[in-house]
T-cell receptor, first 111, second 116 residues
Framework: GENVEQHPSTLSVQEGDSAVIKCTYSDSASNYFPWYKQELGKRPQLIIDIRSNVGEKKDQRIAVTLNKTAKHFSLHITETQPEDSAVYFCAAAYGFQKLVFGTGTRLLVSP | DAGVIQSPRHEVTEMGQEVTLRCKPISGHDYLFWYRQTMMRGLELLIYFNNNVPIDDSGMPEDRFSAKMPNASFSTLKIQPSEPRDSAVYFC??????????????FGPGTRLTVL
């Protein structure tokens, strides 16, 4: 089955800096890669996703890149703000149903 | 839309008791998912339904866990008997079949279960 590894487990940056979170997956058949943000005590919420027919996708300060050959994908957050502080999860799936999540990255943005 | 609704939000029970968690998906969504989140194991998919039919229950940890979806607007996850290691946050999520290319799974607020 699919296995997703996520690094780093914690990431501390200064406000305005960029943050990068990386994930690798094992199943070459996986074709859907969402990223979820979870604030303390809250539900996971989708922030961006990418499909295997696309190499990069951007949404304002957030971007995701996918390297199918290497089976890894990354989340990039530019101009970080304190409200970006949360736990971020990557996931992978074949189809859009059976999401396998990474272990999460705790991002702390200091003012 | 109210989003995915889960009840109860918090449940504290004693080992050996039966626990029933409830979920109401977003109206019109035909997929429903049950997840469990713990510090040790992270977010795990337990089971998912499509049009009220269980499609994949390979994530259900053992026979003590069961899930049903009697209609399009209601699902339950039951644990009987409960054990302390079942303590976790249980999330329900739903999504619609590819409307305008949208495949997002929308999560409910979760049920925090504590088994003493």
């Amino acid at each position: 089955g699919e296995n997703v590894e996520q690094h780093p487990s914690t990431l501390s940056v200064q406000e305005g800096d960029s943050a990068v979170i990386k994930c690798t997956y094992s199943d070459s058949a996986s074709n859907y890669f969402p990223w979820y943000k979870q604030e303390l005590g809250k539900r996971p919420q989708l922030i961006i996703d990418i499909r295997s027919n696309v190499g990069e996708k951007k949404d304002q300060r957030i971007a995701v890149t996918l390297n199918k050959t290497a089976k890894h994908f990354s989340l990039h957050i530019t101009e970080t703000q304190p409200e970006d502080s949360a736990v971020y999860f990557c996931a992978a799936a074949y189809g859009f149903q059976k999401l396998v999540f990474g272990t999460g990255t705790r991002l702390l943005v200091s003012p | 839309d109210a989003g995915v609704i889960q009840s109860p939000r918090h449940e504290v029970t004693e080992m050996g008791q039966e626990v029933t968690l409830r979920c109401k998906p977003i109206s019109g969504h035909d997929y429903l998912f049950w997840y469990r989140q713990t510090m040790m194991r992270g977010l795990e998919l337990l089971i998912y339904f499509n049009n009220n039919v269980p499609i994949d229950d390979s994530g259900m940890p053992e026979d003590r866990f069961s899930a049903k979806m009697p209609n399009a607007s209601f699902s339950t996850l039951k644990i009987q008997p409960s054990e302390p290691r079942d303590s976790a946050v249980y999330f329900c999520a739903s999504r619609a079949t590819g409307l305008a290319g949208v495949v997002e799974q929308f999560f409910g607020p979760g049920t925090r279960l504590t088994v003493l």
